[in-house]
């Protein structure tokens, strides 16, 4: 479930996260990531649709910050 509104964008997952994930620790920069599926991640990467896995929290909120100082606001849990 997304939603759009004039000062935030929200998107809902009604799953978990995957193998021992918190969001505590995708908070972290150095947190390391679980894979479902080795195979086709490894061929994602391969194909030069993702440049890394495992990676893409650290590098929203470096994108966010780096336009306007946006920031992901985690949900209480």
């Given at each position: 479930m997304n939603k759009i509104f004039d000062d935030r964008i929200v998107f809902a997952n009604p799953?978990?996260?995957?193998?021992?994930l918190t969001i505590e620790d995708l908070q972290r920069d150095d947190y390391v990531s679980s894979l479902r599926n080795l195979l086709l991640a490894e061929f994602i990467c391969l194909s030069g649709d993702i440049e890394k896995y495992g990676t893409r929290f650290v590098?929203?909120?470096?994108?966010?910050?780096e336009h306007g100082g946006v920031s992901i606001q985690w949900p209480a849990c």
């Open positions: 799953g978990r996260l995957y193998g021992h590098r929203i909120r470096r994108m966010l910050k």
